[in-house]
């Protein structure tokens, strides 16, 4: 079974440019998920879809990110404009069900390394 | 507010010896937990998940516990190897939540 597909594995930006990250989830998965994991901390969560609606957004900059996942299976998630403290290891992650059910287990993507210059 | 702490943030041991890391979490209301894998500049690698009505799992060298009712986990690595050096995060399965991460304990296993 293929796991989780991120693209690209690495972006250098200057600050104020936009960037876009892609994620394919495991097939079949009707959860997934976008995390942010500043470096020294553990990850935390940007956003969650399920299908292609979204259910937690709230800790989103929605001034500058956003993310989409077109027919329920692609997402991509963009940062417009960058700023220093972006840099960060974006992480993807689908699961089989939604958050709080049982076999909702979470697999991960080998994520997106970003630096903001 | 459901607070992930790991215990300690580095380790460092010789070849061969066993170890425990630590994770305590601050609301027992938890599904499940799972400890990853991380190496630097890497993805996450499950290791093992507990549901909330385990008390511990098993894969290999690894061992972990769960005690819901302390807020307790622990990863058990027996005869450490050089290869186990990375960073190991506990995370918890909370109804209406995603993932809530502990920062990782850095593992380093000298030859």
């Known amino acids: 079974e293929a796991g989780v597909a991120q693209s690209p594995r690495y972006k250098i930006i200057e600050k104020r440019q936009s960037v876009a990250f892609w994620c394919n989830p495991i097939?079949?998965?009707?959860?997934l998920y976008w995390y942010q994991q500043i470096l020294g901390q553990g990850p935390k969560l940007l956003i969650q879809f399920q299908n292609n609606g979204v259910v937690d957004d709230s800790q989103l900059p929605k001034d500058r990110f956003s993310a989409e996942r077109l027919k329920g299976v692609d997402s991509t998630l963009k940062i417009q404009p960058a700023k220093l403290e972006d840099s960060a290891v974006y992480l993807c992650?689908?699961?089989?069900?939604?958050?709080?059910?049982?076999?909702?287990?979470?697999?991960f993507g080998p994520g997106t390394r970003l630096t903001v210059l | 507010k459901q607070e992930v702490t790991q215990i300690p943030a580095a380790l460092s041991v010789p070849e061969g010896e066993n170890l425990v890391l630590n994770c305590s979490f601050t609301?027992?209301?938890?599904?499940?937990l799972q400890w990853f894998r991380q190496d630097p500049g890497k993805g996450l690698t499950s290791l093992l998940l507990i549901q909330s009505s385990q008390r511990e799992q098993t894969s290999g060298r690894l061992n972990a516990s769960l005690d819901k009712s302390s807020g307790r986990s622990t990863l058990y690595i027996a005869a450490s190897q050089p290869g186990d050096s990375a960073t190991y995060l506990c995370a918890v399965y909370q109804a209406g939540t995603a993932l809530i991460f502990g920062k990782g304990t850095t593992l380093s296993v000298s030859s």
């Open positions: 609301d027992s209301a938890i599904y499940n």
């Open positions: 992650a689908s699961s089989l069900r939604p958050t709080g059910e049982v076999n909702n287990e979470q697999f």
């Open positions: 097939s079949g998965h009707a959860t």
